[in-house]
């Protein structure tokens, strides 16, 4: 609804609009996705859409146009224009804020995490103009929009997410890093699992709160906390691979020394003991293992949404925030597939059973879109360029098409030529194709070289 009001509102006025439908939004939406599948993202329109060429992408033409592509990802819309300004002075999220709450909300019910999770921040690329942008030198892209996630260690899937806003009246926000661990793993309360986190939120007063809705946390700690004891701290004379322990009836505190004249100290909630494995002579502490385990479940959960993304480059960060949500979405779909059908995909490794999945969803999303234009043409409502109509039928669609229909103008292309957009009045006197002087031969009868080629065998 609201992509046709915007496109009601900006086309020409003597220019026309087809209403996008469901069906249509579902195909465009798999078209994306299909594009990310085969890492084309960063390609121009043009040449996804080439035509008889070898290489063209004929699927790509089956499903739509590409000046209808264009279009739809020109106009999309998210949310109400006229009171998008009124929401933007309390929301700065407003013009995607309903997507998000209904994907956050579609995330927590879809599937039932394991014991672990890990909380930490997504950077999402854009360096267009945005209000709540972040530069994290330490990321990859270094510019872009901050989402703290919350996904499982164990099949990474995405569990939660906020966006980061920003500051709040042009003021820090206090006690940040307690609001958004409370805030993600709010659906988990009275669950008895465990959720990892760097120092940046590792703190003894929310461990301690957390532990009321019986949630467990495990995370390296900044020295520079007031509560941490300074002898956790203190690397004078002690030895390398030593570890200290502190305990209260509800948090331990371990202090460990990988080199000398440094420590690397660790809060934990879930683990009681002093256990120490002696694996190459390290003698680390079970909590320090613990957390190396699960400590990159959200930098394992970006690697994988890079690899196959279907983010286009655009000036819009909503757009932009819109298909990083969806390329999260497929990847969580396919989760959840995988722990429904453990057996799908045969013996395929789980990086080719991605791939298949990814080509099954968007097959699905885009079927009814293909039938629709290949019952268009059958029906001969709409007229479709030859290229359409083969692309239509490598799907596997067998379109009933009367021959005089096919070449009824007076002139067109030859059906024979590749690249050849020249327009001719010779039609075929058996197939009744139009043909140019290099595909036929002339005598008493005009004949193409295909129909030659069938009467002489």
């Known amino acids: ?84 300004d009124e929401r933007k002075s309390t929301d700065k999220l407003a013009p995607l804020r309903q997507v998000v709450h209904v994907f956050t909300e579609n995330c927590k019910k879809s599937y039932n995490a394991t014991n672990t999770g890990c909380v930490d921040e997504q950077l999402m690329t854009f360096r267009g103009r945005c209000s709540f942008k972040e530069y994290m030198p330490s990321k990859p892209g270094k510019y872009g929009i901050k989402i703290w996630t919350l996904c499982d260690t164990t099949t990474f899937y995405c569990c939660n997410i906020d966006v980061y806003l920003g500051k709040i009246a042009n003021a820090p926000e206090k006690q940040q890093e307690s609001r958004v661990v409370k805030q993600l793993t ?35 700690i900044r020295k520079n906390r007031k509560d941490l004891p300074k002898v956790l701290t203190d690397t004078r004379n002690r030895a390398q691979y030593s570890s200290y322990f502190l305990y209260t009836n509800k948090v331990t505190l371990v202090s460990y020394i990988p080199k000398a004249r440094k420590c690397v100290t660790l809060l934990s909630t879930l683990h009681h003991e002093h256990e120490i494995s002696q694996e190459q002579n390290n003698f680390k502490p079970e909590i320090i293992l613990f957390y190396n385990s699960t400590k990159s479940g959200v930098d394992s959960l970006d690697k994988l949404l890079r690899e196959y993304t279907c983010r286009r480059c655009t000036r819009r960060w909503p757009l932009s925030l819109f298909m990083h949500l969806l390329d999260i979405a497929a990847y969580n779909a396919f989760v959840i597939w995988m722990t429904k059908y453990p057996t799908w995909g045969g013996t ?32 001969q409502e709409i007229r479709y360029h030859k290229h359409v109509v083969n692309a239509i039928e490598v799907t596997g669609r067998k379109l009933k098409i009367n021959k005089p229909q096919l070449a009824g103008q007076k002139r067109a292309r030859c059906y024979m030529c590749i690249g050849n957009n020249n327009k001719y009045f010779a039609t075929c006197d058996i197939c009744n194709k139009h043909i140019c002087t290099t595909h036929c031969t002339q005598s008493r009868a005009i004949i193409c070289n295909g129909c030659n080629d069938t009467n002489s065998e």
């Open 348 to 379: 395929n490794s789980v990086k080719n059973k991605r791939k298949l999945f990814l080509q099954e969803l968007a097959k699905n999303l885009t079927t009814k879109n293909i039938d629709a234009r290949a019952s268009a043409i059958e029906n």
């Open 186 to 220: 709010s659906f988990w309360k009275n669950s008895k699992r465990c959720v990892t986190m760097d120092n940046f939120f590792t703190d003894i007063t929310l461990a301690e709160d957390l532990l009321k809705d019986q949630i467990s946390i495990v995370g390296t």
């Open 1 to 84: 609804m609201h992509t046709n009001n915007k496109a009601r509102e900006s086309v020409l006025p003597n220019q026309k609009w087809k209403l996008v439908d469901e069906t249509e939004i579902d195909a465009f939406f798999g078209l994306l996705l299909l594009i990310g599948r085969f890492r084309e993202s960063r390609e121009r329109k043009q040449d996804l859409w080439k035509q008889n060429t070898s290489f063209s992408r004929s699927y790509y033409a089956a499903i739509m146009s590409r000046d209808r592509f264009t279009n739809i990802l020109k106009y999309i819309r998210f949310d109400e224009s006229a009171t998008r």
